[in-house]
């Protein structure tokens, strides 16, 4: 049973190009979320999805900034624009769907963006 | 909305001895709270987890405690080894389903 994936790993961009970032949840997880850990800070959450829906983005800067879970493939998290302050490491989770009350979430490897 | 506070940010221990670290919460309606250990450069893992339906829970070396009614909650690790040498997150999570983490300690074991 595969993990959670992450692509790509590693990911480095000029300003104002733009980064998007692909997430895989493990195998019947119908539940994503993508948090972002600064250099030597604490994970802060951006946003969480279900499938073909956003539930909260209430952590997800209101510009530049988009995420997607679609009903096939894996979610997206889109930076258009990209500035230096963007460069993280961007964690995404998931958890099991429906029905579970408590949501145990199992990371990715993460992505680390890197602007030039 | 949520807020978690984890003390301490640097911890410093020998080898054998106990390590304990500090998380408060805001948010009554928090009812998941998982540990997470982070070594360099890779992803959070969860290491123990406790419900608001408990007060402890142990797993070998490691242990978590609950005080609902002060809405903090404790990490335990107990002989310390080198390679518990990590950051270590605490989080709360509601129903809605997203955690919100503490800013981390780092921990150092020394030999």
């Known amino acids: ?116 | 909305g949520e807020n978690v506070e984890q003390h301490p940010s640097t911890l410093s221990v020998q080898e054998g001895d106990s390590a304990v670290i500090k998380c408060t919460y805001s948010d009554s309606a928090s009812n998941y709270f998982p540990w997470y250990k982070q070594e360099l450069g890779k992803r959070p893992q969860l290491i123990i987890d406790i419900r608001s339906n408990v007060g402890e829970k142990k797993d070998q070396r490691i242990a978590v405690t609950l005080n609902k009614t002060a809405k903090h909650f404790s990490l335990h690790i107990t002989e310390t080894q080198p390679e518990d040498s990590a950051v270590y997150f605490c989080a709360a999570n509601t129903n809605a389903g997203k955690s919100t983490f503490g800013d981390g300690t780092t921990l150092t074991v020394k030999p």
């Open chain 1, 1 to 116: 049973n595969a993990g959670v994936m992450q692509n790509p790993r590693h990911l480095v961009r000029r300003r104002g190009q733009e980064a998007r970032l692909r997430c895989s949840p493990m195998k019947g997880h119908s539940h994503v979320y993508w948090y972002r850990q600064l250099p030597e800070e604490g994970l802060k959450f951006m946003v969480y999805l279900q499938k073909e829906n956003i539930i909260d983005e209430s952590g997800m800067p209101k510009e530049r900034f988009s995420a997607e879970f679609p009903k096939e493939g894996p979610s997206i998290l889109r930076i258009q624009q990209v500035v230096r302050g963007d460069s993280a490491a961007y964690f995404c989770a998931s958890s099991p769907g429906p029905g579970q009350p408590y949501n145990e979430q199992f990371f990715g490897p993460g992505t680390r963006l890197t602007v030039l």
